[in-house]
Nanobody, 122 residues
Framework: QVQLVESGGGLVQAGGSLKLSCVAS????????MGWYRQAHGKQRELVAA???????HYADSVVRRFTVSRDNAKNTVYLQMSSLKPEDTAVYYC????????????????WGQGTQVTVST
């Protein structure tokens, strides 16, 4: 029922910045937790950052000082501000949502959107 559209990916040089957006529809956005995930080529999908309905956040250790997740409930949108990008950040980035923060942090979802490609060059 939930529709998710990721955008903002692209090609960026190492050390640069990029901001991703995810627009959600088909659910009560303000009551849900939101998460960002990424899947690098040949790797498993992993949680990058998550934000609860109350605004608490969680970050993967690899991005904790470089990425910031935020949400705008009026726009049904969650953002991922990425800075000091590294080649190892190269991946397809996805968002997803659930009522429970635990589900978002664990990444237990039946379906995913198309994601947005982030490529960091050296």
């Amino acid at each position: 029922q939930v529709q998710l559209v990721e955008s903002g990916g692209g090609l960026v040089q190492a050390g640069g910045s990029l901001k991703l957006s995810c627009v959600a529809s088909g659910s009560t956005f303000s009551r849900n937790a939101m998460g960002w995930y990424r899947q690098a080529h040949g790797k498993q999908r992993e949680l990058v950052a998550a934000i609860s309905s109350e605004g608490s956040t969680h970050y993967a250790d690899s991005v904790v000082r470089r990425f910031t997740v935020s949400r705008d409930n009026a726009k049904n949108t969650v953002y991922l501000q990425m800075s000091s990008l590294k080649p190892e950040d190269t991946a397809v980035y996805y968002c997803n949502t659930n009522r429970y923060m635990s589900t978002v942090t664990r990444g237990y979802f039946q379906s995913w959107g198309q994601g947005t490609q982030v490529t960091v060059s050296t």
